[in-house]
Nanobody, 116 residues
Framework: QVQVVESGGGSVQAGGSLKLSCAASRSGYIGSCEMAWYRQAPGKESELVALLNSGGTATYSDSVKGRFTISRDNAKKTLSLQMNSLKTEDTAVYYC?????????RGQGTQVTVSS
């Protein structure tokens, strides 16, 4: 199993920014992993927010495209999500996920609350 731990959540007003980080505990190179950020708002299904494949290509949900940026630091074994122009509908628990070969894991989540 790949262990990941999220950090960086918090409360912000609409229009503001937050940066989430995810630290991966893995002995190997994380550049070969597929990594992503999911979110789940109360009463809603989990949503794939952004994904970074092993080739470094990023894809985003339509709801965050142009506002969020996913990136990875292979040396530090971290995944980040820069969130700009936040909206109240971005309020959710955000989860980091990583799949490395046959092993995968998801973190405990970090709360992001956007107020109007």
């Amino acid at each position: 199993q790949v262990q990941v731990v999220e950090s960086g959540g918090g409360s912000v007003q609409a229009g503001g920014s937050l940066k989430l980080s995810c630290a991966a505990s893995r002995s190997g190179y994380i550049g070969s992993c597929e990594m992503a950020w999911y979110r789940q708002a109360p009463g809603k299904e989990s949503e794939l927010v952004a994904l970074l494949n092993s080739g470094g290509t990023a894809t985003y949900s339509d709801s965050v495209k142009g506002r969020f940026t996913i990136s990875r630091d292979n040396a530090k074994k971290t995944l980040s999500l820069q969130m700009n122009s936040l909206k109240t509908e971005d309020t959710a628990v955000y989860y980091c996920w990583a799949s490395c070969g046959t092993r995968a894991g998801r973190g405990q989540g970090t709360q992001v609350t956007v107020s109007s």
